[in-house]
């Protein structure tokens, strides 16, 4: 699918790409390329930390990802996993495996769902695989808020939102807010 990466927006909910499964990323090019940079540009717009190419209107597993270091919420890149990013990461064709740990709440929310936020039960350890923007395959581990990160962003590209994973009590809080994207899409 070729697009004009200058012409990528945040897809807000219910957008139909937000529900669908993407597909894999046949081969890393200039286009894949452009599409991650402007990606990136987006997120950091946003002030998040993730994004899926669904919230951009694109059926691509791929995500970016930059989980800042923090030392007053222990977030760090040099931690064993790590739990921060020294600069935006791109997941091509992301797997995850291994999760490791009690899952734990935490209270998520989405650039596609705006000021919506609801509980959220996750493993606090994982491990991703996913073919960088050279093409080339890597593995990382990793914990806390990094783990919960890639753990969100590889939902959307299986057309699962944080809607779909909210504690019972959490969707009642969001109830009129979702109904307002709802309305404010036809």
Not at 24 to 50: C, F, N, W, Y
Not at 80 to 100: G, H, M, R
Not at 128 to 149: H, K, N, Q, V, Y
């Amino acid at each position: 699918m070729a697009v004009d990466p200058s012409s990528l927006a945040i897809v807000l909910y219910p957008a139909d790409v937000l529900r669908r499964r993407a597909e894999k990323v046949p081969a890393v090019t200039d286009h894949v390329r452009q599409v991650a940079i402007t990606m990136i540009s987006l997120m950091q717009e946003a002030e998040g930390i993730g994004l899926a190419a669904p919230q951009v209107g694109l059926p691509w597993r791929m995500f970016v990802a930059h989980v800042p270091e923090s030392p007053e919420d222990e977030r760090s890149v040099g931690s064993d996993p790590p739990t921060a990013t020294p600069a935006p990461v791109v997941y091509i064709n992301p797997v995850l495996s291994l999760p490791e740990g009690i899952v734990e709440p935490y209270d998520e929310g989405c650039l596609s769902l705006p000021n919506i936020s609801g509980e959220v039960l996750r493993p606090p350890r994982i491990t991703i695989s996913a073919t960088d923007l050279e093409g080339r395959p890597f593995t990382s581990r990793g914990a806390g808020l990094l783990a919960r990160c890639w753990q969100h962003e590889i939902d959307h590209l299986d057309g699962v939102l944080i809607l779909d994973r909210m504690s019972q009590l959490s969707r009642l809080r969001a109830r009129r807010a979702i109904r307002e994207l709802e309305r404010s899409a036809t």
